[in-house]
């Protein structure tokens, strides 16, 4: 689990980047789900925008993909998506300690 400094640091650390991955009418798929998680592994904190027309829910996707993807859901903010996972191999993000 995240704390609250550490997703903030992480919200700050995913501003710049730009969307990897677009769920769009079809959803969320397994095939979307292989992609995000040879993205995630090799950058450890992606965005993926939700596109309008979407007829799911976009809290549910983003449950979903964090879900599928056994990654933390960092954001939600309108349409955009933020999921961190620590990298096994190519470990680049460090995150404040708690406390």
Known sequence: MLTGKQKRFLRSEAHHLSALFQVGKGGVNEHLIKHIEEAIETRELIKISILQNCEDDKQEIADQLAKETKSFLVQL?????????????????????KG
């Open 77 to 97: 903010i309108g349409l955009t998506v933020v999921l961190y996972k620590p990298s096994k191999n190519n470990k680049k993000i460090v995150l404040p300690t």
